[in-house]
């Protein structure tokens, strides 16, 4: 089941893949034009996002430096987003998309356990966010090593892994959604508020006492808190991502498992 999940979705994959690692080649390459005149793009960088936006793009501080330009293009904002819609996509056709087309009646009533079906689903979905991150992670050395970024490896390894886990906590959380109910709409929307609602509270609003103490509910703030590429891997913080990842892949094996299909 593993294998077939990867082989239905290996045209996306390769996909993405490729789309995300001409994103890397593209704009870290423009790394090359920053370094040769950081005394301008630096102060360009700041006063292009005013007030609170420099939050959410984060390192804009620090933009003219290899390791604040990373942080700042890449792991801040556009690569997790472009993981987690991935994710979701995949997490969608697990198990809300054939439910919703009427195929998912026909596999439950395979000889295979319930328990079983959502589980490989599951590792499916992992199995192919890994190859992602895989994939990328090599993209993004590369480019980095070809414009002399200074970034060492294992920096990007820690931050690259982060990216990996909150992509998969957030696809798991629309696997755990469709499994409970059987639709896409459904999970996809409570996925997107959760991502919206969660990056903003610790950007714009961790300066915000109201709302600060949310961010122990955001996985961005165990994605991001540790600063991996600045202080290395933050094993604490992403042990707290994949032990929620697992929780929720619990919950979806369980939602499942009670629930009949197509009702």
Not at 77 to 99: D, G, K, S, T, Y
Request: charged share 15%.
């Amino acid at each position: 089941m593993i294998a077939k999940s990867l082989r239905d979705n290996r045209r996306s994959l390769i996909s993405w893949c490729l789309g995300i690692s001409a994103f890397m080649g593209v704009y870290l390459g423009a790394y090359a034009s920053v370094k040769l005149d950081p005394g301008s793009y630096g102060p360009m960088a700041t006063a292009k996002f005013p007030g609170p936006l420099k939050d959410l793009m984060g390192g804009l501080g620090d933009f003219a430096s290899g390791t604040g330009y990373l942080q700042t293009v890449v792991y801040q904002l556009f690569v997790p987003m472009l993981f987690i819609v991935f994710a979701m996509l995949l997490a969608n056709r697990a198990i809300a998309q054939p439910e919703e087309s009427g195929t998912l009646e026909l596999v439950v009533t395979l000889p295979l356990d319930r328990r079983r079906l959502v589980l490989d689903r599951f590792a499916g979905l992992a199995a192919a966010m890994l190859v992602l991150a895989a994939v990328t992670l090599l993209a993004t050395w590369a480019t980095s090593q070809a414009v002399e970024m200074g970034v060492p490896f294992d920096r990007i390894l820690a931050a690259h892994l982060g990216v990996l886990l909150v992509g998969l906590l957030f696809g798991t959380m629309g696997l755990a959604v469709g499994a409970a109910t059987g639709r896409k709409a459904i999970a996809s929307a409570v996925v997107g508020v959760w991502v919206v609602a969660g990056f903003v509270v610790v950007t714009i609003g961790r300066n915000l006492d109201a709302i600060s103490w949310l961010k122990w509910i955001s996985p961005f703030h165990y994605y991001a808190e540790g600063r991996p590429l600045y202080e290395g891997l933050p094993v604490g913080d992403y042990l707290v991502l994949a032990g929620a990842t697992a929780v929720l892949a619990l919950t979806a094996v369980l939602s499942f498992d009670r629930r009949d299909v197509g009702v």
